[in-house]
């Protein structure tokens, strides 16, 4: 075997120790290919910040230049095993392909990469494929072991083909799991709330085809989410009865990072999650396309429990001027990391009082993108900021 791909086998036999990454990208600058290095090196780097720090931004321009150049030739055979791949720490670490595909060809791309996240299309077709044969389930489980993350969004998953998953004869030790726009009812969503497949979870992303609160109040009362610090319900309709649920339920004391984009939250919804002393964990707020005005704001800022809160989102949550002034005199201002308020209708006045903010902030980013800003007052957030925190264009 040629030493790059020793250093392959090392790295797919070990894929979250950085160290294999490390050194064969030093093998590679020593050989001739300093963009591969590099590129792995930014990566990895990136992989240990915040996505909010100023750093992140460069780096990924960085990473955008040398994928223009070399994409083609580093994914090499991955190409064609794959729909899609997407590089993460260096490597191709998520792929989307197709069940029938992953069967035929699993073996070959796992050796090939370190696989984590997988984006698994035709899911409906399990039962299918299941169906009496423990050979191809058994097949199925093996290569389901390495991954980490398992995407089935927008498959329609059906409660046959979610059965079929949970009763493989090795469940995968998923620390994420996607399931937006699946077909389960009460019943189904029951009896995955009771598999051990979920005590893993730190990351779950959940939307039904058709929600109901039974549905939620049954996957938020399992007992197996207690490593889940992760939570979207992103279009879950609605927010305030789902904001109400969780605030009651065993799972928001555990939440590092909450999404309810899209689902109808209003200000008082907001009120009765980010009030509650459960609250107090929560680190990253992603809450665009609701509508919470200058009242969420105010919300926000009243908010004693959220210490923690690092990252808020509330792109296109209608909250003008006043919201950001509200927003600009809060404690929370200076606390946060990051902060999204595009499509807001934010003007020169809003600006003026960012600038003016009476703390200290520790933005590494200000979003910003969509508004109607005058050049002078980008120019003067870009001062009292940093031109690298402030967002104005894609």
């Known amino acids: 075997m040629d030493p790059a791909g020793a250093f392959l086998e090392a790295i797919v036999e070990t894929p979250d120790d950085l160290g294999p990454r490390l050194v064969f990208a030093d093998w590679l600058e020593d050989h001739g290919d300093s963009d591969r290095a590099e590129f ?4 990895i780097a990136r992989s240990q910040l915040h996505p909010a ?9 960085r990473e955008a230049e040398l994928l223009q150049q070399h994409e083609r030739s580093w994914l090499g055979p991955l190409a064609r095993l794959a729909q ?3 590089f993460h720490r260096g490597f191709v670490e998520e792929v989307v392909i197709g069940l029938s595909q992953f069967l035929l060809e699993g073996e070959e791309l796992l050796r090939l990469a370190p696989v984590r996240h997988l984006h698994l299309r035709q899911g409906n077709d399990l039962p299918t494929l299941l169906q009496n044969n423990a050979a191809t389930a058994h097949r199925l489980a093996q290569l389901l072991r390495p991954i980490r993350v398992l995407n089935l969004n927008y498959s329609y998953l059906s409660e046959a083909a979610g059965l079929a998953l949970l009763n493989l004869p090795e469940l995968p030790q998923l620390e994420g799991l996607h399931l937006t726009r699946n077909a389960l009812s009460v019943p189904g ?7 051990p497949a979920l005590t893993s979870l730190r990351l779950l ?3 039904p085809s058709s929600p ?3 549905i939620l109040e049954v996957l938020f009362q399992s007992p197996h989410l207690h490593n889940l610090q992760e939570l979207s319900l992103n279009g879950v309709s609605q927010g305030d009865r789902v904001a109400a649920l969780l605030a009651g339920s065993p799972l928001l004391p555990r939440l590092r990072c909450l999404s309810l984009c899209h689902s109808g939250l209003t200000a008082d919804g907001l009120a009765s999650l980010i009030h509650h002393p459960r609250a107090n964990h929560l680190e990253s707020l992603e809450l665009s396309f609701n509508p919470l005005t200058s009242i969420g704001v105010r919300e926000l800022a009243r908010g004693r429990y959220l210490n923690n809160l690092a990252w808020v989102n509330l792109s296109r949550c209608n909250v003008g001027n006043d919201g950001v002034a509200l927003l600009a005199k809060s404690d929370l201002f200076s606390q946060l990391i990051g902060v999204d308020l595009s499509l807001n209708r934010v003007s020169d006045e809003g ?5 003016h903010a009476p ?3 520790s933005l590494g980013t200000l979003d910003l993108i969509y508004n109607p800003l005058g050049a002078g007052a980008r120019e003067a957030l870009r001062q009292r900021f940093g031109p690298e925190v402030c967002l104005f264009q894609r």
Not at 40 to 43: E, K, N, Y
Not at 189 to 195: F, H, K, N
């Open 53 to 61: 720090d100023v750093r992140v931004r460069p780096m990924l321009r």
């Open 205 to 207: 992303e959940f939307n």
């Open 351 to 355: 600006a003026l009082a960012l600038i």
């Open 84 to 86: 899609r791949c997407r």
């Open 359 to 361: 703390k200290e902030a």
């Open 40 to 43: 792995i090196r930014l990566q």
């Open 189 to 195: 969503v029951g009896i995955l709330a009771q598999s």
């Open 212 to 214: 109901s609160r039974e």
